[in-house]
């Protein structure tokens, strides 16, 4: 089985005074705004880099539910986040780093099984693998 999903991007002007703009082939996003200032000026509106963390919470919690299920769990509740780290290098930019922070409430999980199971979650999400980049996981059973 395989399954191609597409999300396009624009821009014109330069890179200080330049504007992108952001589209996915759901059309969850269309034409979404983002630039320099976007992106690394703290400046209201989006960035490759949270939409690449709001892509890897999602697949990661997906992925934990199927592993859960696997395991006779349920979850009541997940919330993930994935804080998505920038840095300048010498040789310019680089994604260096993606903390995946889950709060779950899963009846009947142990911590040992649940930590167990978020690890393998984290490990097997087709986006982890996908990404060259120190990805932890800080995770709560509540």
């Known amino acids: 089985m395989k399954i191609d999903r597409t999300g396009s991007a624009g821009w014109t002007g330069g890179l200080k005074d330049g504007r992108g703009r952001l589209s996915t082939q759901s059309g969850a996003l269309k034409d979404y705004p983002y630039g320099f200032s976007s992106r690394f000026e703290g400046v209201a509106g989006s960035n490759p880099e949270e939409l690449l963390g709001a892509a890897h919470a999602g697949c990661f919690t997906m992925a934990l539910s199927l592993i859960l299920s696997e395991a006779g769990l349920t979850a009541t509740s997940m919330e993930t986040t994935a804080k998505v780290t920038l840095e300048k290098l010498d040789d310019g930019f ?21 930590q167990e199971l978020a690890a393998k979650a984290k490990a097997g999400c087709p986006v982890s693998k996908v ?4 990805i932890s996981l800080d995770a709560t059973l509540v």
């Open 94 to 114: 680089a994604i260096t780093a993606i903390k995946l922070t889950l709060r779950a409430e899963i009846p009947g999980a142990d911590d040992a099984t649940f």
């Open 131 to 134: 990404l060259n980049a120190d």
